[in-house]
């Protein structure tokens, strides 16, 4: 099983280049600048800030190259990013590793993977798109997380505000922000642990703003599937509770977000035994759950590991067998894994 979790769902498609997230089409915002990052710290909430840059995102068409760096890992993509109205189309081409083509357009996700000829086809739902911080619209954020100016910067040419996001206890990780002064545009991100440590990096090492890039010319592009084997995964929306699990003790600050079954390819229903994935999120880190029958021939009891800011750990229980995932501290996610429960 692949697990595929949306913790900052664009990084994660740098570095694996398996897949982009979304946003449902939305009206851009007014052209107007919006205010500056000292002045937004009197006039707005946490949440009213975050969404400014949730919609510079989205308002704004741009060539560049992105590099995310995670220890000794280090990953590039290219990114044609351009809007018209409502319609959002971006290509995501990878510079290293395995060559990828990802295409996006609003909620449609394609995957080219030309050395095996296969193309996935995938719809995604999700509130934000780069730098997917945005999770949801809660205002508790503010109880989790304050915002901070740190200074300025400049990256990739642009000048930025740099802003902290601080978290209030030590479930969830922090985050160092480069904003463009002008509209918002996220352009460099860190993450940060809780001793305020850079865990991973996310940046533009080169960006064109207002970049000449034609929404048909990539969509001419997203149509070619020729000589391309289709696969399009089913994910069968329901309910946690639905499929017999629960958290007996909820997660301070994580909300369930969203839950499917995953059948196997060329399925037309789910059965009981397909993975199941719940995900939780606090307005900005997301955790995810993945339970799947236990096959003792191939699968650990319990491990763990780390990438960066990513976490995962899996433990047996009962017959199946519990993944998490998310961009928290590890004993986060073990406070997941102890409060699943199994109602049947």
């Known amino acids: 099983m692949k697990y595929k979790f949306f913790c900052k769902p664009f990084l994660i498609a740098v570095l694996a280049v398996i897949g982009t997230v979304q946003a449902k089409s939305q009206t851009p915002p007014s052209p107007q600048a919006p205010p500056s990052v000292e002045s937004s ?13 949730h919609e510079a995102s989205k308002s704004r068409t741009y060539v560049g190259t992105f590099v995310v760096s995670a220890g000794a890992n280090m990953s590039s993509a290219k990114i044609w990013h351009v809007c018209e109205g409502e319609q959002l189309v971006e290509r995501v081409e990878s510079l290293t590793g395995a060559p990828r083509s990802v295409f996006r357009h609003n909620d449609l996700v394609m995957t080219f993977v030309p050395e095996q000829k296969i193309l996935l086809k995938e719809k995604r739902e999700s509130l934000g798109m780069f730098p997917d911080l945005l999770k949801s619209a809660d205002s508790r ?9 740190d200074g300025v910067g400049r990256v990739a040419g642009v000048d930025a505000d740099v802003v902290r996001l ?3 206890d030590n479930l969830r990780f922090g985050y160092r922000i480069w904003v463009e002064k002008k509209n918002g545009l996220v352009v460099k991100l860190q993450t940060l642990n809780t001793k305020a440590q850079v865990l991973e990096q996310a940046a533009f090492s080169e960006l064109q703003l207002g970049a000449p890039v034609k929404m048909d010319h990539l969509l001419q592009m997203m149509n070619k599937v020729e000589g391309y084997r289709v696969e399009q995964p089913m994910l069968i929306k329901t309910k946690a509770s639905s499929e017999g699990w629960q958290l007996i003790s909820p997660i301070p600050g994580f909300m369930p977000m969203s839950c499917y079954k995953r059948p196997p390819s060329g399925a037309n229903t789910a059965n009981a035994s397909d993975p199941l994935q719940c995900t939780f999120s606090d307005g900005l880190a997301s955790v995810s759950l993945f339970v799947e029958p236990y096959d003792a021939q191939r699968q650990d009891r319990e491990s763990s590991m780390a990438l960066g800011a990513t976490q995962s750990m899996t433990r047996k229980l009962g017959a199946h067998l519990i993944t998490v995932v998310g961009e928290v501290p590890m ?14």
């Open 41 to 53: 710290f009197h006039s707005k909430n946490i949440n009213d800030w975050l969404m400014r840059m």
């Open 166 to 168: 601080i978290p209030k």
């Open 141 to 149: 954020i503010a109880d989790f997380y304050e915002v901070k100016p």
């Open 331 to 344: 004993s986060t996610l073990q406070l997941f894994a102890n409060a699943l429960e199994s109602k049947k």
